[in-house]
């Protein structure tokens, strides 16, 4: 198998592998986690503010589960926004285009390049499914430290931080150049 190849192989595998993952996260979350009032229809209820999630802690003090319903990005950006489901679409739509382009010009020896992208992919997929089929992001974890509470995230938000961590890192790897 060339290495061309193998880049692409790894970048289909983590971006399926960690959009599944989101996935089934998310499904596990709508499923198990408690609402009030009980009998709510999740998420359709919570869409429509009759319900919220009800916190369950797994670190107390630090980390809860807690199901909410995102209709706008990360740290609840474009809330509440007329078009904010397709403008946000488009942008998951765009990214993932943007990451095929980039793999397609990166150098089969850059192979932190195949995992970032993936799960750069991975992640803005997980979100754009939720948005396609739900209108809405499914959340469900909270981490907090005294007062402060980081808004509520999940699964493919976790996999497009760490993929543009990881591109980071790889753009300060030095190229090896090939006579």
Not at 35 to 64: A, K, Y
Not at 96 to 108: E, H, N, Q, S
Not at 150 to 173: C, H, K, Q, S, Y
Request: proline share 4%; with cysteine; aromatic share 10%.
């Amino acid at each position: 198998m060339t290495a061309e190849r193998r880049k692409w192989i790894v970048f289909v595998a983590v971006a399926v592998a960690s959009g599944l993952a989101d996935q089934l996260s998310k499904a596990w979350a709508r499923a198990a986690l408690p609402v009030r009032p009980e009998g709510c229809s999740v998420p359709d209820d919570m869409i429509e503010g009759r319900c919220i999630g009800e916190p369950v802690s797994v670190i107390s003090g630090f980390w809860d589960w807690q199901l909410s319903m995102n209709p706008g990005s990360a740290f609840g950006l474009f809330s509440g926004q007329t078009g904010a489901r397709i403008f946000l679409s488009i942008i998951a739509v765009v990214a993932v285009a943007a990451m095929v382009y980039m793999l397609r010009r990166a150098k089969p020896e850059q192979r932190a390049a195949a995992w970032a992208l993936g799960l750069v992919v991975g992640g803005a997929l997980g979100n754009l499914f939720d948005r396609t089929v739900f209108g809405v992001v499914t959340d469900f974890v909270v981490w907090r430290y005294g007062a402060h509470r980081w808004p509520t995230f999940n699964g493919a938000d976790v996999f497009l931080v760490l993929g543009v961590v990881l591109m980071m890192i790889a753009m300060r790897e030095p190229r090896k150049e090939t006579a």
